[in-house]
């Protein structure tokens, strides 16, 4: 599993962030009136915002990075101690990262997780503007600084992460006692299940967007069937023309690419040469395309690859894939990834038959990409028992998928088991689709359906679902837009 959501990363998924600037621990923010912040009266019932902050850092293990300002919440960037080892937590600790948007304790609480590295700056995930509520953003574990010392790889599973949330939960829950959901995009759309699965009577409602369900690691025909049929053919044509041309102008773009790893201190050292990742980016080409773009982005691909020039090629493959993704300095980042793809969550090996006999090495595994003094060993059995529990047990469970996204063609899928359950797709949707972007029926009822499971459904909602708005109206600094998608140059991971 490669090309991602990116920035925090993901699809990272990841939500849109605010330039927000650094505060003071103390600092208020610009909306809270200043009797507010100095008394100990409620506002609307609440304790004061200094007694918030109070009571989240009398949790034992609860320590503050720094407070950052913003309008109409407090923001909070914390730290956690977490065991190492959740079957033996006497064996040593680690230090968690994770931020809190707070609202209000009235309100219900979303917890989110992008799989990877959090964002230090406050920004809402779509069900926390739905449900107007406070967000709690976790680090997932061994993405640095949030990496035991010295890191035992093999604590690096979906079941410790799972549990790291469960602490968490129980340790917030005392104070934010409202209703909670659990969503995140991509690989955090996938963490959100895997806590789900393991301590279902936490959350009360999932909302998962855009993750990959890979049952079966050595069946990806569903991939190749993707890629036969998705968006326009003339995309498809120049999208191959391009991929071809890099494969076969290898020497003068691999000229480039040396002279750009001297000028940046580029090594190779984990895919062990130069050639290797040139090849990989090469390969990531189209995938990525369909991750990160619509079909009217391809008018910006070169309509006649054979004729471009080799700037063309390379700034066309850079742009899209980037050729800073399997360098060591692009890799370190997202060793924790790879780890786990090559160890539970499994990755796809697309064929690619337009390519022909270019290629060298093939759609390269997970552990190409990890270095190799960390030991590897797959299990089959992991991902074929969340399958099995999301069918049969789902309940208020909910799947947005993207049309054109690749990682959406080996979704979830809902079983006879599942209950107050749903997955939808976004018609010519990305690897950023969002509630928002469904049609309108069903935008509104997934939204009629948010709100209940978060206990905030107003009643006019409750008679007619067809009503259902998201309750905080849309920021542009904390939110982001169905189809936006966040990139760094790092690739193919969900």
Known sequence: MRKSL???????????????TGASAGAATAAEPAATRSSGTAVGGEASTEDIRNRILAIPGMSLIEEKPYAGYRYFVLNYTQPVDHRRPSKGTFQQRLTLLHKDVSRPTVFFTSGYNVSTNPSRSEPTQIVDGNQVSLEYRFFTPSRPAPADWSKLDIWQAASDQHRVFT???????????ATGGSKGGMTATYFERFYPKDMDGVVAYVAPNDVKDKEDSAYDRFFRTVGTEECRDKLAGVQREALIRRAPL???YKEQAAANGWTFNTVGSLDRAYEATVMDYVWAFWQYSLVAD????PADAKKATDDDIWNSVDAISGFSAYVDQGLERYTPYYYQ???QLGSPDIKQPWLGKLSRYGYQPPRTFVPRSIPMTFDRGAMRDIDRWVKRNARRMMYVNGENDPWSAEPFRLGRGARDSAVYTVPGGNHGAKVSGLPEAQR???????LRWAGVAPAAVEDDPAKAKP???????LDQRNGEVGRDGATLRP
Request: charged letters at 25%; hydrophobic letters at 50%.
């Open 341 to 343: 793809a090559g160890t």
């Open 444 to 450: 509104a009822k997934a939204t009629a359906d948010i």
């Open 298 to 301: 391809c008018v910006d691909i």
């Open 471 to 477: 309750l905080a109206k849309f920021d542009t600094r």
């Open 6 to 20: 990116t920035g925090v990363l993901s699809l990272a998924v990841l939500i849109g962030t605010v330039g927000a």
């Open 254 to 256: 691999q000229k480039k």
């Open 171 to 181: 340790a917030l829950k005392k104070i934010y006692d409202r209703k909670w959901l």
